[in-house]
Antibody
């Protein structure tokens, strides 16, 4: 069965960096676009970024463009989100997803000094 | 950007009664290869979103047949024929026709 497990969340400082990882299993990882979405506390869902199976197609939400970088390692069945220049409004649960059917349990990122 | 607007934002339903959620897009969602990329998710408390309906009207694996989706152009609807207690949560529509991918605000369903 499809499993997606996020890691790397935690407390980050404004202007700092965090790197999220997502370990995928139960499907042929390289065949699928993968995505990150996020959910601020008490708020709705917000798309962050997606990447094609081979990594050649990438898109970002305007709110993270230039600060976040999505990447993948198909040999390791892993998806990543490098988060730089963190801001308080990046505080959210970040979900990794197999576009657009399965989502992991999420990892909480808190940006605070 | 395509803005997705859901109504109502909350509804309270008696078990066994039907429920309907509307999702309107700010511009027409075109078909591509016969598909319109409009999805419905349910997020239960403390859980990630779970896919209910994909491409407007296709039930995802394991989704009960009391859930159905319909619509075209700018108007889409999720219907629950007979609400059950386990259907409580927040329902979101989402379009993936073009980036940025956008979600509706969410509709909270509670049981009377």
């Amino acid at each position: 069965q499809v499993q997606l497990v996020e890691s790397g969340g935690g407390l980050g400082k404004p202007g700092g960096s965090l790197r999220l990882s997502c370990a995928a299993s139960g499907f042929t990882f390289s065949d699928y676009y993968m995505s990150w979405i996020r959910q601020a506390p008490g708020k709705g869902l917000e798309w962050v970024s997606y990447i094609s199976g081979g990594g050649s197609t990438i898109h970002y939400a305007d709110s993270v463009k230039g600060r976040f970088t999505i990447s993948r390692d198909n040999a390791k069945n892993s998806l990543y989100l490098q988060m730089n220049s963190l801001r308080a409004d990046d505080t959210a649960v970040y979900y990794c997803g197999r576009t657009w059917d399965y989502w992991g349990q999420g990892t909480l990122v808190t940006v605070s000094s | 950007d395509i803005v997705m607007s859901q109504t109502p934002l909350s509804l309270s339903v008696t078990p066994g009664q039907p429920a309907s959620i509307s999702c309107k897009s700010s511009q027409s969602l075109p078909q591509s290869a016969g598909k319109t990329y409009l999805y419905w998710y349910l997020q239960k408390a403390g859980q990630p979103p779970q896919l209910l309906i994909y491409e407007v009207s296709n039930r995802f694996s394991g989704v009960p047949d009391r859930f159905s989706g319909s619509g075209s152009g700018t108007d889409f609807t999720l219907k629950i024929s007979r609400v059950e207690a386990e259907d409580v949560g927040v329902y979101y529509c989402m379009q993936s026709v073009q980036p940025p991918i956008t979600f509706g605000q969410g509709t909270r369903l509670e049981i009377k």
